[in-house]
């Protein structure tokens, strides 16, 4: 048998009231992040991520929508404003396409990346894998990537909206 390098996340956080020490990883991570993510799930956590963020003294420098299909020309686009902003921290939120596009972006830019799916049926949050398409929505690719997320922050339906301030 061939010998295998398994890379998985370095942390994963989970079960009720795991998206609050967001902040706490996050700071240990870098002090500018940069929110990626889908509308819905956006909507959902984004106030309580800020929230946490803030109480860590972790700075938003922004909020991007990932494109709606990982592809080459948004992950591109999402690197550029990692760069333009001098984000050394990704936050990804959502479902798999929005999680594949953060960690693509994570790793063409070189900062580390914290995925917070918001639906159960994905692996995208802790996989070293990106599921590429073409901006038309047509199946591209499967990318590996050479890192996994630094931190998955995994919670239940239900449980984003506690505690927002």
Not at 23 to 32: A, I, T
Not at 113 to 118: A, E, I, L
């Given at each position: ?45 984004e106030a309580h991520i800020r929230y946490q963020l803030a ?111």
């Amino acid at each position: 048998m061939q010998a295998q390098n398994i890379i998985f996340p370095a942390q994963i956080l989970r079960g009720a009231g795991a998206v609050s020490r967001i902040g706490e990883v996050c700071g240990l991570l870098g002090s500018r992040a940069l929110i990626i993510g889908g509308h819905s799930g956006l909507a959902a956590v984004e106030a309580h991520i800020r929230y946490q963020l803030a109480a860590s003294s972790v700075t938003v420098v922004g909020r991007e929508w990932f494109g709606g299909v990982c592809s080459e020309s948004h992950i591109h686009r999402l690197a550029q404003v990692v760069q333009a902003t001098g984000a050394d921290l990704v936050i990804g939120v959502g479902g798999g396409k929005a999680l594949d596009t953060s960690k693509a972006v994570g790793v063409e830019t070189r900062v580390p990346v914290v995925t917070v799916p918001t639906i159960a049926a994905t692996c995208a949050a802790v996989t070293p894998l990106t599921v590429r398409y073409h901006d038309d929505g047509h199946f591209r690719d499967l990318f590996p990537l050479n890192q996994a997320p630094a931190v998955v922050i995994m919670g239940f339906e239900g449980q984003w909206n506690e505690n927002v301030r």
